[in-house]
């Protein structure tokens, strides 16, 4: 079971990430996130080609990890990215989630200050989505050109 999920997970992170060689840019279009794990490779992946990551679209949950792994200089964002944020948590067997605060803790502490910063200022990682979009998210990332 764990392994069709994290097959899914990564075929997701792949199909929602459009490659441009001939831009040298990875382009964040559509996703919902999913397991941490696909995420962090793939992001190890990016930051080792040197390409820029174009946020043009929801960035959501595991997504976000993009700003911990990849350089803020190489991130710009259009006027329809979305970033979403939410505290960890995991499923059980049983399909129910339960919070890890610890992960929560860790991943906070990973995020670029200013982005850190706009989280705590809104009641900090909660079971609750906070999105940072337009003006708020202009003032942290510069917009691509």
């Known amino acids: 079971m764990q392994r069709i999920t994290f097959l899914k997970a990564l075929m997701l992170a792949c199909a929602l990430l459009a490659v441009s060689p ?8 559509q996703s919902p996130g999913g397991e941490v794990g696909p995420f962090l490779d793939l992001f190890e992946k990016v930051r080792e080609s040197g ?33 979403g ?15 890890e605060p610890e992960a929560s803790v860790a991943v906070l502490a990973a995020y670029p200050g200013p982005v850190r910063a ?16 337009g003006r708020d998210l202009a003032a942290i990332y510069p917009r691509c050109r």
């Open 85 to 99: 944020f939410h505290a960890a948590r995991s499923v059980d067997r049983r399909g129910r989630f339960y919070a």
């Open 22 to 29: 001939a831009a040298a840019e990875i382009r964040i279009i």
């Open 51 to 83: 390409e820029r990551v174009v946020i043009d679209g929801p960035c959501l949950s595991a997504c976000t990890l993009v700003l911990s792994i990849v350089p803020g200089e190489r991130i710009c964002v259009t006027k329809r990215a979305v970033l």
């Open 118 to 133: 706009w989280i705590s200022r809104r009641g900090g990682l909660t079971s609750r989505l906070l999105l940072l979009k």
